[in-house]
């Protein structure tokens, strides 16, 4: 069974009067006007206005050639301050380039490493060129660098065929052969 609940809607209505006539109108008051004189101006007091008004707005403004002179001065500073950085930005910018290089030949020239392997390891960052062009910093990454990978290093590789086997196995097989010759009936060599 569901029971209904009313709601008193009437809370959020507009009040009602008491004598239960219809709600009162906010009443509207109307603002008095009060007349304000319109000003006119004739033209020689316009043209004084304005030109007092002129006269404070340019009151200790630079003149026209002043203002050209030092747009003029700053065009000379500017271009000479953006010289400056270009010259710089291109000068920094071939030194990285010059660095780079004798890096590069510094770690080509390292005997008994992979070189390849080697300039991909190495941090860069702690190496340094001076003024002479000499590299510093590749020696003492070297060390670490061969504990953490031992594969830069080049394993020594032998030049040739097979080996030739050590002495002792020269003779077992030829003492092999010289037997295997003799049950043959052939003679020894």
Avoid: C, W
């Avoid at 008994?112 to 001076?130: A, E, H």
């Amino acid at each position: 069974m569901t029971t209904k609940k009313h709601m008193n809607l009437q809370l959020f209505a507009e009040p009602t009067p008491p004598d239960g006539g219809e709600p009162n109108e906010p009443e509207v008051i109307e603002p008095t006007a009060e007349p304000t004189p319109e000003k006119t101006f004739t033209q020689p007091e316009l043209d004084t206005l304005i030109k007092d008004r002129l006269a404070r707005a340019t009151k200790n403004q630079p003149t026209k050639d002043e203002l050209k002179a030092f747009k003029a001065y700053q065009d000379t500073q500017k271009t000479e301050a953006e010289k400056a950085v270009a010259n710089q930005l291109i000068l920094d910018g071939l030194t990285s380039v010059a660095n780079n290089k004798l890096i590069r030949a510094e770690i080509k020239n390292l005997d008994g490493y992979d070189t390849k392997l080697l300039s991909r390891l190495i941090d860069r960052s702690t190496i340094t060129v001076d003024d002479s062009g000499e590299v510093s910093g590749i020696t003492e990454q070297l060390a670490s660098l061969e504990l953490e990978f031992p594969m830069i290093k080049k394993q020594s590789a032998s030049i040739g065929g097979a080996n030739p086997p050590s002495g002792n196995a020269t003779t077992k097989a030829q003492t092999e052969m010289d037997e295997l010759r003799k049950a043959m009936g052939l003679p020894p060599k």
